[in-house]
């Protein structure tokens, strides 16, 4: 499977951005498909998934009600809405596609492929 991020940019804070999550090469609703992201100088964190079939949804705390996974299975697409968003949102944003347990969602080591990340800068 082959996925393809685009939609980062630069926004002021307080403003909106969708990220895209093309797969390709396989059926994104068959994996839980993650949005991870990674800050300057700091570890790669889950920021959110989608189950299987798009059966349930899953927020870090830092961006639960601010942001939103969605899929569009008809288009093999999965999309990461982000809005209210804040400086420490700055980072460069990966998606991923994990054959893992619903409960592991988080767990970076279990997503088996991912796409190449784009860069979301959030002004203050």
């Known amino acids: 499977v082959q996925l393809q991020a685009c939609g980062g940019g630069l926004v002021q804070a307080g403003g909106s951005l969708r990220l895209s999550c093309v797969a390709s090469?396989?059926?994104?609703?068959?994996?839980?498909m993650g949005w991870f992201r990674q800050a300057p100088g700091k570890e790669r964190e889950f920021v959110a998934a989608?189950?299987?079939?798009?059966?349930?949804?899953a927020y870090a705390d830092s961006v639960n009600g601010r942001f939103t996974i969605s899929s569009d299975y008809g288009k093999n697409t999965v999309y990461l809405q982000m809005n209210s968003l804040k400086p420490e949102d700055t980072a460069v944003y990966y998606c991923?596609?994990?054959?893992?347990?619903?409960?592991?969602?988080?767990?970076?080591?279990?997503?088996?492929?991912w796409g190449q990340g784009t860069l979301v800068t959030v002004s203050s």
């Open positions: 991923a596609a994990s054959n893992g347990v619903w409960s592991a969602r988080d767990q970076e080591s279990l997503y088996l492929y």
């Open positions: 090469g396989g059926t994104a609703r068959r994996y839980t």
């Open positions: 989608i189950g299987r079939y798009g059966g349930s949804t």
